[in-house]
């Protein structure tokens, strides 16, 4: 089985501050790990995916997560928050042995203070 | 331009009605997915389809029917029998199950029961 958590349900930072969102995973064997973005009644953006290699990823937006496999953790962070970046943020996994299907978590809500 | 077309983005049933929404893809991807969203409980996933006149129950199929006829297209009837189908419906498209590839997300439909 595989599964996601992201353990804050709101994050709040405020403008020109660093952002971080986390997420841990569970999954056997190796990951397939993901971030998107969802703005109020739209669907969701992809950001980044981190496959193989560098742990360090960068994305859309001057997003980045860090994979750390020894924590299962796959946080987004953005160095400086903008309002614009206000929106529900979710993280998805997949074994890399297994077809496409992907396990989302509940969702975090980013809410940037000018 | 390529992309997923969600229609319609607001969508009103009576009690008892079944309706129908749409989902049509123009990338040419195998793989396609209903997800419903309802606040605070992420994404679940209703039925999903990797191949043409194929498709597999996902996790609250209950009261939900679709139909892959087209590899364009994987519309979604939302029956009588789904006692409570007011949400936010999200449809998505993957390029294949194998490799690495994440998912193109539609733009949603709200449905509203009234």
């Known amino acids: 089985a595989q599964s996601v958590a992201q353990p804050e349900d709101q994050v709040n930072v405020a403008e020109g501050n660093p952002l971080t969102v986390k997420c841990t995973y569970s999954v056997s064997g190796n990951p397939y790990l993901f971030w998107y973005v969802q703005y109020p009644n739209r669907g969701l953006q992809f950001l980044l995916k981190?496959?193989?290699?560098?742990?360090l990823v960068k994305g859309s937006y001057g997003f980045e997560a860090e994979f750390n496999k020894s924590q299962t953790s796959f946080h987004l962070k953005k160095p400086s928050a903008l309002v614009s970046d206000s929106a529900l943020y979710f993280c998805?996994?997949?074994?890399?042995?297994?077809?496409?299907?992907?396990?989302f978590g509940a969702g975090t809500q980013v809410v940037v203070t000018p | 331009d390529g992309g997923i077309t969600q229609s319609p983005k607001y969508l009103f049933r009576k009690e008892g009605q079944n309706v129908t929404l749409s989902c049509e893809q123009n990338l040419n991807h195998d793989a396609m997915y209903w997800y419903r969203q309802d606040p605070g409980q992420g994404l679940r996933l209703i039925y999903y389809s990797q191949i043409v006149n194929d498709f597999q129950k996902g996790d609250i199929a209950e009261g939900y029917s679709v139909s892959r006829e087209k590899k364009e297209s994987f519309p979604l009837t939302v029956t009588s029998a789904q006692k409570n189908p007011t949400a936010f419906y999200l449809c998505a498209s993957q390029l294949a199950t194998g490799g690495d590839y994440g998912y193109t997300f539609g733009s949603g439909t709200r449905l509203t029961v009234v």
């Open positions: 981190y496959i193989t290699g560098d742990n």
């Open positions: 998805a996994v997949r074994r890399t042995d297994s077809w496409g299907k992907l396990q």
